[in-house]
């Protein structure tokens, strides 16, 4: 079965200062990856996928990952944030078996300081 | 725009007295998921509907139960809440099951148990 960890559970980051949100999965094959981002009080929006090909793939709201075979991680880059990326992130991996489900990371709260 | 609705944003119920979540779709999705989540928690799947084929994670409580009378609505049935059934209610769609089928949430519903 298929894991995925967050390793950081709070980050605190000035605003315009640049941002890496780490996840690391557990698969055998090559999963799909994902990152989705929960403002307080909200649902998860999805900022980004990877299914396969480029590595580097472009989000929504200014939002990059890369995927690192060699490493088992998709970590979540920002060049600088802003206030109102102040939110919880989760990353998420699936698999190509076609009844399995998501599995979520625990999430990291991102904090912004001014 | 398509998207995933909730209602109520906020529900109050007494320890013991059942209460119905509702969630609609106008994305036309087969799937449509439930899930549990607790603060700082990730989102815990509870049960999934592919069209009317209803599929129960194998450690949900017989407390919760659903219902999906047509394509667009879902509802969370909870018979007896405890206490620790507080949590935010997250309702989810996706086209296909499987990994690489992305899912879109609604903005959930927070469940006070009084």
């Known amino acids: 079965a298929q894991s995925v960890t967050q390793p950081d559970i709070h980050i605190t980051v000035s605003e315009g200062a640049s941002l890496e949100l780490r996840c690391n999965y557990s698969?055998?094959?090559?999963?799909?990856l994902f990152w989705y981002v929960q403002s307080p009080g909200q649902g998860l929006q999805l900022l980004l996928k990877?299914?396969?090909?480029?590595?580097l793939v472009q989000g929504i709201k200014g939002f990059e990952a890369e995927f690192k075979r060699s490493q088992s991680s998709f970590n979540l880059r920002k060049p600088s944030v802003h206030w109102s990326d102040a939110a919880e992130y989760f990353c998420?991996?699936?698999?190509?078996?076609?009844?399995?489900?998501?599995?979520f990371g625990t999430g990291t709260r991102l904090t912004i300081i001014p | 725009d398509a998207m995933v609705i909730q209602n109520p944003r906020y529900q109050v119920t007494q320890f013991g007295k059942p209460v119905t979540l509702s969630c609609s779709q106008t994305?036309?999705?087969?799937?449509m998921y439930w899930y549990q989540q607790k603060s700082s928690q990730a989102p815990k799947l509870l049960f999934h509907?592919?069209?009317?084929?209803?599929?129960n994670e194998a450690d949900t409580p017989d407390n919760f139960q659903s219902r999906r009378p047509n394509t667009s609505f879902c509802f969370l049935d909870i018979r007896s809440p405890g206490l620790g059934d507080a949590a935010m209610y997250l309702c989810?769609?996706?086209?296909?099951?499987?990994?690489?089928?992305?899912?879109?949430f609604g903005n959930g519903t927070r469940l006070t148990v009084t």
């Open positions: 509907y592919y069209d009317k084929d209803f599929n």
């Open positions: 990877y299914f396969s090909g480029d590595t």
């Open positions: 994305l036309n999705h087969n799937v």
């Open positions: 989810a769609t996706s086209r296909e099951t499987g990994g690489n089928s992305p899912l879109h």
């Open positions: 998420a991996v699936g698999t190509n078996f076609g009844n399995e489900k998501l599995t």
């Open positions: 698969y055998g094959a090559t999963p799909y």
